[in-house]
């Protein structure tokens, strides 16, 4: 008898993965979303964990921009690393509970901030401390959520990184993002072995779904599935928020 966990986290990874293979992206954002409605956001992210790194790598080497993205990010991808560790209590703290309203409400913020196309600009002058600031923030959420868009995808946007290099710079952001989460995983003591099966069956499942999405991105309007795409987000989101403050006061 298979167990229906497993299924769920396959069907999970196969979405997540294929929305990451139109897109880009989106593929912890996704299964987060849809793996706390089911279980608590620290055993969520212990499951995302490994086939978020893994996934990224793989992004984070495809393309010519790799040495121009270390030379423009470091600072928030430093800032991302000291926001994680400075939180890194959060999954498994007295506050732990309420990561499932915050996860909630950034899925709300990222698909309105994705549906409204909201235009910010950075100076090339104030790239680096604004970067440094912006990554300390992300670190701290990421800490608690396991969901690293906010707020250092719209920065990426606003110092005017766009289409291959922006994709690129996704996998190799969230690369560094995600081993620091891995890290605050493994002292909480997040990671352990039971986690490995589903660990591995959502991998595999991610990576058909990148494989299904990219074969398809070139036949399907982008624009179209990234709009409804958002739009569930924020329903997902709301749920998330509503079920757990009814679970707090009743």
């Known amino acids: 008898m298979i ?15 294929f929305v990451k293979g139109v897109i880009g ?3 912890p954002t996704v299964s987060m979303g849809l793996l706390a409605v089911t279980m608590a956001p620290g055993r969520a992210i212990a499951i995302v964990i490994v086939p978020a790194i893994i996934t990224n790598i793989w992004q984070t080497f495809v ?3 790799l040495l121009d993205i270390l030379r423009r990010l470091w600072p928030l ?3 991302t690393v000291i926001g994680s560790w400075l939180n890194a209590g959060a999954l498994t703290g007295p506050y732990a509970r309420y990561g499932t309203v915050v996860l909630g409400l950034l899925l709300v913020i990222y698909a309105i901030i994705g549906l409204n196309k909201f235009q910010f600009r950075v100076a090339p002058k104030n790239e680096k401390w604004v970067g440094g600031a912006v990554g300390v923030v992300t670190g701290v959420i990421s800490a608690s959520t396991g969901v690293q868009v906010i707020p250092s995808m719209p920065f990426m946007q606003a ?9 690129q710079a996704l996998g190799v952001f ?4 995600t081993l620091a989460l891995a890290f605050n995983l493994t002292a909480g003591g997040l990671l352990t072995p039971a986690n490995a099966v589903p660990g591995i069956v959502a991998m595999a499942c991610a990576f058909a779904g990148m494989f299904i999405g990219q ?6 309007p982008a624009e179209t599935f990234r709009r409804w795409f958002l739009i569930a987000m924020i ?4 749920y998330l928020v509503g079920s757990a403050l009814a679970k707090e006061f009743v």
Not at 159 to 167: A, R
Not at 215 to 220: G, V
């Open 3 to 17: 167990d229906p966990l497993i299924i769920l986290i396959a069907a999970v990874f196969l979405l997540a993965g």
């Open 215 to 220: 074969s398809l991105r070139s036949k399907m």
């Open 77 to 79: 991808m430093l800032g």
């Open 63 to 65: 393309g010519p921009y």
């Open 174 to 177: 969230f690369t560094v993002a």
């Open 25 to 27: 992206l989106g593929l």
């Open 159 to 167: 110092i005017g990184m766009e289409k291959d290099e922006l994709v």
């Open 235 to 238: 329903l997902l989101g709301l």
